[in-house]
């Protein structure tokens, strides 16, 4: 079934302990999309400006994504500049400069409106509600967002929250949203929002899925039937984490649409493969691992993580 | 296998979010051998006061722990006064008496010395070596340590080092043992150092070993062979966190010397036993949860630790 992402498709400089790169293609939509490519039809819906040429464009049709929602504008790029250098899970921004973004006003081509599956990347929230209500099949909506949309938009984001089925955030935002220091109580909380699962991405120590069902006190019991936990891959060393968890969201969202049926065990694998797909994000800087990947090396790498989590 | 352990046995006074209590009893020892006493037979060295008394002995009597090994001093136990108000993951010291622990010179009963599992909790890295020495027989030496240690006893604790199998410490000391910010790297170091396996405890994040293998650089798959993760159990409340880490020890060593061989297929039921313990010893004050304990309890949660990890 085909995915349709919403966000931001981006130039980076980052700097991290393994070395710089200027102006890397980037952006949570370029991510997310090249991760989910590896599994089914992927349509991007964002604004760039005129310094997207031929070679980016290039990177999104060697994975046959749907570029035409990507609209061209006049002016440059959004922009980012970032380092890790103290502490790699957690980016220190340097510039930010919108561009072409600023005014991004989401257009659906008509080709789109029958994808099955919807991703909200992580944009202004009156965006994200914009997008979701003008795709009603949409059978299964993720989205993401971040402290920034928390702390001073949440009306909007509350709205957005209503439509989604699942919300992929990291701890700090999780804890955030809620106010609460147990992200079993935060899910609990997050229930009531609208989504019907929460995917708390831990950075290093990998995600963990937390799934809706009765309200009120759970037991340890309970608990574990409706929560999955994976690690992330031990690497010797992390180059760049940028786009972890956007990768993150690709692998497991595009698993599941590659799915004929969302079970448990759907889900299950979901995580492991959007696990799979951080890990390879961060080998590289920017989106290089992810633009030279081959399904094979996923499949392995999915093997790997049953090694490490399994007990026979 | 019996396992002997050497280590604290103190009075607590601990605040956190669900309340207070005024000298439970705790020590690294205690929480250890409670935890351990679940699946082998457990033998203590330690030093206490005057004010342990026949309430504190009966705690480890009720579970068959040899107590031979505790001295009775005069004077006071150690004790210890701490909070976990801002944060979980890490304690605020308010007071640290040493009391009868601050002379403490441990002395091996002779019937400890067929043991053939060696705990060495986390103390002065000078009497952890002295017990070592003492037990030439024993099979695996495990071992934890702390922040001062590492940093202000440094050519200590190297020598304590190359006597252990395993190392069990968390992320900070880690980090702070090898200079490292890669858990990869610091395993290959702490290799170079003795141990053969490290655990690095990770707080709510659960645990993630490492076995020594061939030295040098490692590929993603290498690794992946050679590590294995466990989460910690998801609570609605974490009510007390002192002791988890000594809890998970006693849990992971407990069962390793329970086992007729040390196979790969032991220390990955070892790190599930560990996180089980752990996720125990933190749903109550002190010791609480580990004293009202049943090994069908145990079992039953074993399970839920399979649900939340694995595929199928």
């Known amino acids: 079934m085909a995915i349709t992402v919403v966000g931001s498709v981006a130039f980076d400089s980052i700097e991290t302990p393994a070395g710089r790169r200027e102006r890397c293609l980037g952006g949570a939509a370029t991510y997310f999309s090249l991760a989910a490519s590896f599994f089914t039809e992927v349509r991007v819906i964002a604004v760039v400006g005129e310094d997207f040429g031929p070679s980016e464009e290039a990177v999104f049709n060697a994975r046959k994504i749907d570029t035409r929602g ?38 659906i081509p008509a080709a789109y409106s029958d994808s099955q599956f919807l991703f909200l990347a992580n944009i202004d929230p009156v965006l994200q509600r914009r997008v979701r209500e003008a795709m009603p099949h949409a059978r299964l909506v993720g989205g993401d967002t971040m402290n920034y949309w928390i702390k001073d938009h949440r009306p909007a984001l509350l709205e957005v929250l209503k439509g989604l089925d ?15 220091r147990s992200l079993v109580l935060s899910a609990a909380k997050i229930f009531e929002m609208g989504p019907k699962a929460l995917v708390v991405k831990h950075g290093e120590y990998g995600a963990t899925v937390f799934f809706g069902g009765t309200g009120g006190s759970q037991s340890p019991e309970q608990l574990a039937h409706r929560a999955f936990h994976v690690p992330a891959l031990p690497l010797e060393e992390v180059v760049d984490p940028t786009g972890a968890g956007d990768s993150f969201a690709g692998g497991f969202f595009g698993y599941l649409a590659s799915q004929p049926e969302l079970t448990p065990t759907a889900y299950r694998r979901a995580m492991f493969y959007g696990s799979v797909m951080g890990s390879f994000a961060v080998e590289r800087f920017g989106t290089e691992r992810l633009q030279q990947l081959s399904r094979e090396e996923i499949d392995h790498r999915f093997k790997l993580f049953r090694e490490l989590t399994h007990l026979d």
């Open 70 to 107: 990507i609209e061209r504008a006049s002016g440059k790029s959004f922009f980012w500049e970032g380092s890790y250098l103290d502490n790699l899970n957690e980016a220190k921004t340097h510039t930010t400069e919108l561009n072409v973004f600023g005014s991004f006003e989401p257009k």
């Open 166 to 180: 699942a919300l992929l955030i990291n701890d700090t935002e999780t804890k955030m949203l809620t106010g609460s």
